[in-house]
């Protein structure tokens, strides 16, 4: 299966600022994913990063707060925009290959917001 | 839209003994259902998974079951070890092109 390389794996933010979440594959997939996990909870799909166009957000999550770019098939970022404390939490990308039902994940980022 | 549910939330079990934890899920259109196991600060990794056209699968310690009429399934450890200690999550989702739906996860204690 895929290998994702994710980062930071850590930050921490002020209130306001914007950070932006790398995510990269080691080989072509064709679903990539966005998560976000509070501590001790499940996995919250934030979206679906399309190639070549744009993301497809859950209920509750929206462009100008989340942004996410998939460029090519092997690479995506989110961005968390003016960020607040109730962003503080681990976002997660996962990735899908071709007609693969097995999701794959990166290591994390976990966002501390002050 | 999907739903699943997962119990129990806490698993505590002596070292040796099994322990299993079952997801029920909503839409009979499911076909696909993996567990995943989180150890504390990792990411989420698969151990095992299970299609709708088979009833069981063995992987060493672990078997997953399912029960497609009551729509159901379940996880399996025999002969827990406290490397077992971690978060479980089951999900269920249409196939490849579809997204998974999570249960809640289930922390697994072992005892020594």
């Known amino acids: 299966s895929a290998v994702i390389s994710q980062k930071p794996s850590r930050d921490i933010c002020q209130r306001g600022t914007s950070l932006t979440i790398q995510c990269q594959v080691d080989?072509?997939?064709?679903?990539m994913f966005w998560y976000r996990q509070q501590p001790g909870q499940s996995l919250t799909l934030i979206a679906t990063?399309?190639?070549?166009?744009?993301?497809?957000?859950e209920s509750g999550f929206v462009i100008d707060k989340f942004p996410i770019s998939r460029p090519n098939l092997t690479f995506s970022t989110l961005t968390v925009s003016n960020m607040s404390p109730e962003d503080s939490s681990i976002y997660l990308c996962?990735?899908?290959?071709?007609?693969?039902?097995?999701?794959?994940f990166g290591a994390g980022s976990r966002l501390t917001v002050l | 839209g999907e739903n699943v549910e997962q119990h129990p939330s806490t698993l505590s079990v002596q070292e040796g003994d099994s322990a299993v934890i079952k997801c029920t899920y909503s839409?009979?259109?499911?076909?696909?259902f993996p567990w995943y196991k989180q150890e504390l600060g990792k990411r989420p990794q698969l151990i095992i998974d299970?299609?709708?056209n088979v009833g069981e699968k063995k992987d060493q310690r672990i078997a997953v079951t399912l029960n497609k009429t009551a729509k159901h399934f379940s996880l399996h450890i025999t002969e827990t070890q406290p490397e077992d200690s971690a978060v479980y999550f089951c999900?269920?989702?249409?196939?490849?092109?579809?997204?998974?739906?999570w249960g809640a996860g289930t922390k697994l204690i072992i005892k020594p």
């Open positions: 996962s990735a899908r290959g071709a007609g693969a039902n097995v999701l794959t």
């Open positions: 080989s072509q997939v064709t679903m």
């Open positions: 990063a399309n190639q070549g166009s744009e993301a497809t957000y």
């Open positions: 839409d009979s259109a499911s076909n696909y």
């Open positions: 299970i299609r709708s």
């Open positions: 999900a269920a989702s249409r196939g490849s092109n579809y997204q998974l739906i």
